[in-house]
C-alpha cells in the first residue's frame, strides 16, 4: 500500500475512534456539557419590527441609559429567562415582562432598567 493510502487510512480510523468515543447525539459536544438552564439573552432594538441598531443582553442592567439605551423600539427574548423592563433605573416604576421566546415588535417608549427573573 502506498504511503499517501497509509496516512489516509490511518486517519479515518482515528477519527472512527473519536466518533465513537463521543455521546450519541446530533450534536455530541452539547449533550456532554450540563444544560444553560440559566442563560439569559434579550436583544434589543433602536426601531420597531426589529430595526435599527441593536445590541444583546445577557445581565441585567440597573441603567439602560448609561449604555446608551433609553428608547428601546422593539426587543425579542432568545433567552431561557424571562426579560422585565423598568419605566426607571434602578428596577422602579411600571415594569413589562418578555418571556422566553416572545418578542415584543412595537416597544413604544423608554426603559430605565432591565432585570432577568
Known amino acids: ?3 499517501g493510502r497509509t496516512a489516509a487510512a490511518v486517519a479515518a480510523a482515528a477519527a472512527l475512534t473519536l466518533v465513537s468515543a463521543l455521546p450519541a447525539s446530533a450534536d455530541g459536544y452539547r449533550a456532554a456539557t450540563p444544560p444553560e438552564a ?3 439573552k434579550v436583544n434589543v432594538y ?5 430595526h ?5 443582553f445577557t445581565h441585567s442592567m440597573p441603567k439602560l441609559a448609561a449604555g446608551g439605551w ?4 422593539s426587543a425579542r427574548n432568545t433567552g431561557r429567562r424571562t426579560a422585565v423592563f ?3 433605573a434602578n428596577y422602579r416604576g411600571a415594569s413589562f415582562s418578555l418571556a422566553p421566546g ?3 415588535p412595537h416597544f413604544g417608549g423608554t426603559s430605565g432598567s432591565l432585570r432577568f427573573r
Not at 433609553?70 to 423600539?73: E, L, P, V, W
Request: no cysteine; charged share 25%; proline share 8%.
Open 70 to 73: 433609553d428608547d428601546i423600539g
Open 46 to 50: 433602536t426601531h420597531p419590527s426589529f
Open 1 to 3: 500500500m502506498p504511503i
Open 86 to 88: 423598568y419605566q426607571y
Open 102 to 104: 416572545k418578542s415584543e
Open 52 to 56: 435599527g441598531r441593536y445590541t444583546a
Open 38 to 40: 440559566g442563560r439569559a
